[in-house]
């Protein structure tokens, strides 16, 4: 679980977040200790990134929600883990992503586990 305090969520409530079982996979391959998410001048790199791909700076926090709802089809869950409204779910995200882009996205995994799954089925 990733465990958001009141404090810095958008709407000061506490909230749960299930780690997806891609996210776990990265985390095991990368591990936060030795793989920091925040690399020096970040808020540079990112800005330039943005600017460079004419992203918005809530992009990620979107994307996982529109795929959340297209994957999992449940606005209630998706509104308790993203912290909206099952109304504000209900009006930006529902069906605009379908189930198979869903799949895809919820199917990235690094390239370490992929290598490792593939030799572990190679083995079996």
């Not at 095991?28 to 793989?35: H, S």
Request: net charge positive; charged share 30%.
């Amino acid at each position: 679980m990733i465990h958001i305090p009141a404090t810095v969520s958008k709407i000061r409530e506490p909230r749960r977040i299930t780690i997806q079982p891609n996210l776990e996979a990265w985390l095991r391959a990368y591990p936060l200790d030795r793989y920091p998410l925040v690399v020096g001048n970040f808020k540079k790199r990112r800005e330039r990134f943005k600017d460079r791909f004419n992203l918005t700076h809530d992009v990620l926090r979107h994307t996982f929600i529109s795929m959340f709802v297209a994957k999992f089809r449940s606005i209630g869950e998706a509104a308790i883990q993203a912290g909206n409204s099952e109304s504000i779910i209900r009006k930006h995200y529902l069906d605009l992503k379908a189930p198979n882009e869903a799949e895809d996205f919820f199917s990235i995994l690094p390239k370490k586990c992929v290598h490792a799954l593939r030799d572990h089925s190679v083995d079996a």
